[in-house]
């Protein structure tokens, strides 16, 4: 029984999540993010390689992960998320254990991991082909091994919670912030006797776990250009309401906030809930003090969410508050311990409408790829050209999303290319300089550009623009939300 209970703390919390984040799961359409992570991952591996070399380096490990994974189960939208899925109930798991260990209770460390499925941003992000969930999951395991590490010293522990660190750090460098978080906690555990032999112990795994991250680094400086200059210095509002965005729903913030402060205000459960609110804590705003100073700027809510397992971790700890004052009340464990895991019906309830508007069609982009690639699909003949919006709109990836989506009978040659993404190693095709010169004889031409306008040449590059009036008349103009589809004919 004892065996039972001991692993039904991080189990139980590990499956449901996994239940939860596959509710739906291929429902939301792709955005464009998802469709780089598509495009990226499809490639050969030398051409995945290349592409890495010239952008998007800070996502190459998730685009290897994807590309090993839809080598074996294939692209569809639920497949290509799966990975992250599982990444966010080994999340849970960990923050679980966490819980546990550093409340000595297996209420806190049950509702913890309970919690951590209540957020709806853990569902939108365990519903996404990106990193965010496995970093999730990463920053959670090393928070596990470093407690670990800090309580019986060992090469093994160390390895583990630097390995943790590596893979955090290789999938997206902003969650080595984590580190300022965890900087308390290593402190506070070298304050015992016999135990300081962890100050030197601790920067020793931390550069074992940073040094594999170097290239992404090199790589990332280089292009921060490409990936980031769209980014602006956050203001204190940004971070005043970061915690919103971070948790999705300020109803459920406010209940995590609740529990939390039942966890601080406990003198039992005082010192860890101070540990464990730095963890959720520092990182961002450490984060938000870098991207203020620095010429680069990092902050944005999804880069943030591993955080998240310490805040639930942190939150755990008032349900087994709730949990240890009702055995004080005399109250059987038997009923002690789902009285005080009810408190996670309150967040999960709260959180429910949100969670129901994460799982519809639209709720990942307002820009409908596949509403365009069904119009181009209908009215198809054998022959078409597509132009797709390019040029300064190329971060949109309308052209790569209309391959995913149309069927494999449908493929109009895509007029004003020079080189496809994949000859380029690049997302994005290298375009003619004389848009008139790559024409070629097509009867009829597709365009997709983006916005609702009655101009099928809305937002093209000018040089696009004036060859296609001049030589071609339109047939017929449709929309979908954001973007518009037409249909040219040959004058």
Known sequence: MRIVRQYAVWLVPSVVTLVVCLVGIGVPELWRD????????????????????????????????????????????????????????????????????????????????????????????????????????????????????????????????????????????????CLVGQLPLVLAAARRPGSRRVLRQWPVAVVAGVVPTLPVVVLGRLQRGRQLSWL?????????????????????????????????LWRPFRGPAVLLLGMAALPVVAVWVVSRAGSTAYFLPRYLLFTLPAGAALAGGGIGVLGALLRRARVPAVAAVP??????????????????????????????YRGAAELVAAGYAPGDGLVAAGGDLSWMMVGPALDYYLPDAVRPREMFLRESPVV?????????????????????????????????YQRLPAGQAGALRAAYTPSEVRHVPGLTVALLVRR
């Open 34 to 177: 998802e469709v780089s992570s598509w495009s990226a991952s499809g490639r050969s591996l030398g051409g995945l390689v290349g592409i890495l070399g010239n952008v998007d380096a800070s996502n190459g490990a998730s685009y290897l992960l994807l590309h090993g994974w839809t080598g074996v189960f294939g692209d569809a939208p639920g497949v290509l998320r799966f990975p992250s899925a599982l990444a966010m109930a080994g999340a849970a798991a960990f923050t679980a254990l966490t819980a546990e260990r550093m409340f000595g209770s297996r209420t806190a460390g049950l509702g913890a991991g309970l919690l951590l499925a209540t957020v709806p941003q853990v569902s939108r992000y365990a519903q996404e082909a990106r990193a965010y969930a496995v970093v999730t999951c990463a920053v959670a395991a090393a928070a596990w091994c470093l407690l670990r590490a800090l309580e019986r010293p060992g090469v093994g522990r160390w390895a583990g919670y630097a390995v943790c660190t590596a893979v955090a750090g290789t999938f997206h460098l902003v969650s080595l912030g």
């Open 232 to 264: 602006t210095a956050p203001t204190g509002r940004e971070l005043r309401f970061v915690w919103q965005e971070l948790f999705g729903s300020y109803q459920v913030l406010y209940a995590f906030l609740a529990l939390a402060a039942l966890a601080l």
């Open 339 to 368: 009285l005080a895991l009810a408190a996670v019906v309150a967040p999960a309830a709260l959180g429910m409408d949100v969670q129901r508007s994460l799982r519809t069609t639209a709720s990942h982009t307002d820009t409908d």
């Open 424 to 456: 380029a190693h690049d997302l994005y095709p290298v375009e003619c300089r004389v848009p008139a010169a790559c024409m070629g004889d097509e009867r009829r031409v597709w365009v997709v550009s983006i916005g609702t306008g009655d101009d099928p």
